[in-house]
């Protein structure tokens, strides 16, 4: 299959695919440390919290940890949702939904963004952030983790530049911080941007 090809094709059934034979290479078996960083920093427990595309979701597992209190987890592969499922079945704050992100409905203070964006195919980076805006309420944000890099392999993941994710984001957003991250996860050293996000 070609590269062109491959990438129409990361949908449900490509991802679900991933996780039935443990093919989770980007999976770095914890939370990534910027995000527990930032995740430190806030003060609002009740906050309504999206995490899309979650994957493992350790992010989640630590704001429970935290003590925040209404947590939401999106994913496409009904394999890791059902794991998901099983994992938190006792906890009545957190709500893990199998959804395409674009079918998604509801109003959020905060996304958090891990590794969701660089899974999308590139076309999709547009309604991506269209639909960010849509999600989240009037004083809402985005924070979290973009590539600030190009990839020599055809991904996922998909890579990009500060500049072009700027033009991306502009119309929708106000950029509160937008920096190279300089406490990634080792394996993501020298690679990251830290975002946070404000919806205009």
């Known amino acids: 299959m070609a590269d062109s090809e491959k990438t129409k094709l ?15 290479g980007w999976d770095m078996g914890t939370v990534s440390p910027p995000l527990k960083n930032y995740i430190d920093q806030l003060t609002d427990k009740d906050i309504r919290i999206l995490i899309p595309g979650c994957g493992n979701t350790y992010e989640a597992e630590y704001l429970l940890e935290k ?7 999106i994913d496409i592969a009904p394999t890791l949702v059902d794991k998901l499922k099983q994992k938190f079945k006792n906890n009545s704050f957190i709500q893990i ?6 079918q998604h409905q509801g109003q959020y203070d905060l996304i958090l963004e891990q590794t969701f964006f660089c899974a999308l195919n590139p076309e999709l980076r547009k309604n ?4 960010m805006n849509t999600l989240l309420s009037s004083s809402g944000k985005l924070a979290g983790l973009l590539f600030g890099v190009e990839f020599e392999k055809e991904g996922p993941p998909f890579g ?10 502009q119309p929708l957003f106000r950029f509160i911080t937008f920096e190279t991250c300089t406490n990634s996860h080792p394996k993501r050293a020298n690679s990251e941007l830290f975002i946070i996000l404000k919806k205009k």
Not at 18 to 24: E, L, S
Not at 67 to 73: D, L, R
Not at 160 to 169: H, R, V
């Open 128 to 131: 991506y952030v269209e639909k």
């Open 160 to 169: 990009g530049n500060k500049n072009n994710y700027e033009i991306l984001f």
């Open 67 to 73: 003590g925040f209190t209404n947590v939401t987890v």
């Open 10 to 24: 990361l949908n449900g059934e490509y991802w679900d695919n991933q996780y039935k034979a443990n093919t989770t």
């Open 97 to 102: 939904v199998l959804i395409d992100f674009f």
